[in-house]
């Protein structure tokens, strides 16, 4: 079983269209996370969620937005894609929301091509 | 404000060399962690260590040693004997404490490449 599980892997779509990246977690795990990882490879947080609440919230576009149904589900859907949103995007999950409560468990990444 | 540094964009070595990836990261919290990721070609994300501010002992596992210093803000990975499997992006992070929860803040990665 994969312990976090993101989908689609890939995508591939238009510009101006609206796309969603789903994941999950099966590991019992309190707080989800987005990072997006562009071309030169630099990984930034985006938004992360604990217990269904967001507590992290970087300077992202709102044509983000993420929703969590419960805690071991995180989605992010992006709205009207612009060229720049083309990058992997990784979900990961670790076990509480505190300093040191581990490490963080890392999807496979969806990577995201916009045309 | 955090910070961390890999100053080395990219690194060619030749099988069996060692070499050393550095990291230098900037923090005024005296509580923090300190982490080692790896991604290989396929593009998975992989832990390797993980380390609190207060633990400066050296770590060895297998061919990989991690070197801790406080004084000069540095966490150091050494891969000795490299191997070809051992080609990858590394990442080192720094996690602190902001507002109660775990902020992660990643280096741009170094690429290592072991040529057979």
């Known amino acids: 079983d994969t312990a976090v599980s993101q989908t689609p892997k890939y995508l591939v779509t238009q510009m101006g269209n609206d796309k969603s990246i789903k994941c999950e977690q099966n590991l019992g795990h309190d707080t989800m996370y987005w990072y997006k990882q562009d071309s030169k490879k630099f990984l930034k947080i985006m938004f992360s969620y604990n217990n269904k609440e967001l507590i992290i919230n970087e300077t992202v576009p709102n044509r983000f937005s993420p929703k969590s149904p419960d805690k071991a589900h995180l989605n992010l859907h992006i709205n009207s894609l612009e060229l720049g949103d083309s990058a992997v995007y990784f979900c990961?999950?670790?076990?509480?929301?505190?300093?040191?409560?581990?490490?963080?468990?890392f999807g496979e990444g969806s990577r995201l091509t916009v045309l | 404000a955090q910070k961390v540094t890999q100053a080395q964009t990219e690194i060619s070595v030749v099988e069996k060399e060692d070499v050393t990836l550095d990291c230098v990261y900037e923090t005024r919290d005296t509580t923090y962690y300190l982490f080692w990721y790896k991604q290989p070609p396929s593009g998975e994300l992989v832990f390797l260590i993980r380390?609190?501010?207060?633990?400066?002992q050296n770590e060895i596992s297998g061919r990989y040693s991690w070197n801790f210093q406080k004084s000069t803000s540095s966490f150091n990975f050494t891969i000795t004997a490299s191997q070809v499997v051992d080609s990858a992006v590394y990442f080192c992070a720094l996690s602190l404490d902001s507002g109660g929860y775990q902020k992660v803040t990643f280096g741009i990665g170094t690429k290592l490449q072991v040529i057979p």
């Open positions: 380390r609190n501010s207060f633990d400066e």
């Open positions: 990961a999950s670790s076990p509480l929301r505190g300093l040191g409560t581990g490490e963080l468990f």
